[in-house]
């Protein structure tokens, strides 16, 4: 039995340094490389037919860079939204920027809000651009959020569920990541979405994010389709489940 194709991709676009360092270029020819990257691999994601797709761009981490390198990171951030932007809007891309954006330059807070506002009403692809985003960060505001309902009266504590936490989440409303993929070769979850990938299928590459192509992403679906999903139950369970589907008609 085939899981088939993913609803919804998580990628950490790790290796972006090492690639340039192999070329003997400074770390941002590696960085705008990327960029370019995400521009094919949104293409792909639209033709194929996947409905999420969430990549991490920054991580809350990633302030500790030289500054130099997160003043280009940044500025980088700035001239892809406002180039790529139309052609999100033409190929039916929704884009949303997670992650704390507060503490963003004005200008670059600015290109968000036209880029999110422009492409808020199509449904083709959903395109999640985590920047500033950090997993502990997401689960610690939804929990600040459910404790001022509680404070306020409005919520009883033992309503608490996981699922009124999920609601309060940054993907809340999207499907959980069906496949995630690591790219440049380290096999950590570097505080991303730690909530969300709970029952995700995991998926690491030692190519380096630049040189991640359209085989690579085949590469990356193929593997997720071979995988069985059981989620806590049995093998069996799980066949007999798909066989019931299968014989009414519902797969
Ligand atoms: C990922 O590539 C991009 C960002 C974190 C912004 P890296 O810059 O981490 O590349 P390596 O890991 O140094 O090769
Ligand atoms: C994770 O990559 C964040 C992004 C790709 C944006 P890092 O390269 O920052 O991760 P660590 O620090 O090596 O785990
Ligand atoms: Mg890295």
Redesign the pocket.
Known sequence: MSTGLPRHVAII???????AKKRHQP?VA??RA?VENVRSLVQQCVETGIECLTLF???SE?WRRPPAEVRL?MDLFVSALREEMRRLHENGVRLAVIGDRTVFSSRLQAAIAEAEALTRHNARLKLNVAANYGGRWDITEAARGLAEEVRAGRLELSAITPELLGARLSLAGLPEPDLFIRS?GEQRISNYLLWQLAYTELHFTDC??PDFDRAEFTKALDSYASRQRRFGMTGEQVEEASAGAQGQGLR
């Open positions: 676009m790790d290796g972006n340094g090492r690639w770390r590696g960085h990327g761009a920054f991580s990633n990171l440049g380096l994010w």
